[in-house]
């Protein structure tokens, strides 16, 4: 289903109005298309921007536009790029792209661009998921995890273990190659050292999935406690903004109310609902049934009870029913004379009226979500498909070690293990990939990429 030979075209900008718009065309015809609907009399140099005047179709749309042409292979595709700076009017750029199709160029599939720069070898499958995660990034942590992958960090710690991989699997077949000689290439002590080494290497890796994987993914982080305590107070301190209506009465907050926010650079969507209660009212036992499902999709709970109270039967039903759940035992209007000796002792004491405390809550909720006191870096791995390929290549690796520890392990299915671990990691990079998958990742980019 992926044509290359062909000449793609597509807005590169954003949709709507702004003080430049791109079209993007790639492919063998990029440079007599463009140059049929340019003014410029001569063919566009390679890699010059070329002041000059577009001319797009029968209804006379015109601009002034910059095209530069980048031949193949050095280009974003790899193939012949022409990119076409015009001034950002949806009409003028939609002119462009209709123009470049009726001589010759095809309508560019989501992703794209992105999917020939991969298929053509200008970048590997980390490196172009990575760009689609770069283009999505709503924190500065994100946009920094995303270009330690565009920049190839984690494809050269993935080299760097296969390499190992390939190493021992040649001696291993070296062995099996000259059986008669009554010789090992390799002994089944250094093979288990080689193997331990290239386990540690993944488990690092590993290490650091749980909090690549909230930096690249957020995490949803639910407000939930009896009416009254100050849920929504908290909320709002947390938001910085009076997003949620507070009041005296108890049982104000009905339906679920949400904001995104950066924690420490996560992407959080934090969720205020309803006091949980024995409800009265359709209404409020409608909220307090969907307080109840925001809590059981939460990453996070946090569980506000009042400091200035003696806890309530509710209150205690609350803190046992989450007690299995990831949560912060949150107490609240510490400004008031604390009236509870508490038990549990919670985890953080605020004042959502004074603002005290809400430094410990972010940082709390950082390391609750990451493992880390402060997310100084991100990690190396964050994708959930990479999560998942190591992790089948760290199974077959500790397979290959359980063999070598009872002794007798034949070359073969050792090299059977150390091979399908080795296909694991090759299919994170994209040495190995199928159609199915390729159109997976590329159908989540958006049209231009
Ligand atoms: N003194 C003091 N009062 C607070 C504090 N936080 C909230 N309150 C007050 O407590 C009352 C309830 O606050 P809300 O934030 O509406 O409480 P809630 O838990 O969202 O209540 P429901 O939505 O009804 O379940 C309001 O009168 C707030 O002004 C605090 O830290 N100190
Ligand atoms: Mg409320």
């Known amino acids: 289903m992926f044509s290359t030979d062909d000449s793609i075209v597509a807005v590169a900008t954003p949709p709507g109005r702004g003080g430049i718009g791109v079209v993007r065309i790639s492919g063998p015809a990029a440079r007599d298309i463009a140059g049929a609907m340019l003014d410029h009399r001569t063919r566009l140099d390679a890699r010059h921007a070329t002041f000059t005047k577009v001319r797009a179709g029968e209804d006379g749309v015109a601009d002034e536009v910059i095209a530069t042409f980048f031949p193949s292979p050095h280009s974003y595709t790899g193939e ?9 009017s949806p009409v003028v750029l939609r002119a462009i792209v209709t123009r ?4 010759g160029a095809r309508l560019a599939q989501p992703g794209e661009f992105t999917l020939r720069a991969f298929l053509n070898g200008k970048r590997d499958l980390i490196q172009a998921e990575a760009i689609g995660d770069l283009i999505a990034a709503a924190t500065p942590m994100q946009v920094r995890a995303a270009f330690d992958q565009l920049d190839g960090t984690l494809t050269s710690q993935i080299a760097e273990i296969d390499e190992e991989l390939f190493a021992l699997i040649a001696r291993l077949e070296a062995s099996l190659d000259f059986p ?17 080494r290239v386990l540690s290497r993944l488990d690092r890796l590993l290490a650091g ?9 957020g995490a949803t982080v639910v ?14 301190m947390l938001a910085r903004a009076e997003r949620a209506i507070v009041d005296e009465t108890a049982g104000t907050t009905r339906d679920l109310v949400s904001e995104r926010l950066d924690i420490d650079g996560l992407v959080v969507t934090l969720v205020d609902t309803a006091g949980v209660r024995q409800a009265t009212g359709t209404v409020e036992r409608e909220g307090v049934a969907r307080a109840e499902r925001a809590r059981e999709v939460a990453d996070l709970l946090l569980v506000v009870l009042d400091g200035s109270q003696a806890l309530t039967e509710d209150d205690d039903q609350l803190l046992s029913r989450t007690v299995a759940h990831r949560r912060l035992v949150v107490a609240n209007k510490s400004d008031l004379p604390a009236a509870w000796m508490h038990r549990p002792e919670p985890d953080v004491r605020v004042s959502a009226k004074t603002g005290s405390g809400e430094e410990d809550v972010r940082r709390l909720i950082a390391r609750e979500l990451t493992g880390e006191e402060s997310l100084r870096d991100p990690a190396a791995v964050s994708n959930l498909r990479h999560i998942g390929l190591l992790d089948q290549a760290r199974t077959r690796l500790a397979a290959a070690e359980r063999l070598l520890s009872v002794g007798h392990a034949s070359e073969e299915f050792l090299l059977a293990d150390l091979q399908a671990a080795r296909s694991h990691l090759e299919e994170i990079v994209g040495i190995r990939t199928s159609e199915e998958l390729l159109e997976h990742i590329f159908s989540n980019f958006c049209v231009g990429k």
């Open 80 to 88: 012949h790029v022409v990119e076409i700076s015009a001034h950002g």
């Open 100 to 103: 470049a199709v009726e001589l």
């Open 180 to 196: 008669d000689e009554g010789y090992h290439f390799i002994e089944p002590q250094e093979t288990e050292r080689h193997i331990e």
């Open 209 to 217: 999935a749980r909090k690549g994987r909230m930096i690249r993914e």
């Open 223 to 236: 407000v939930c406690g009896r009416p009254n305590v100050g849920k929504s107070s908290l909320f709002n």
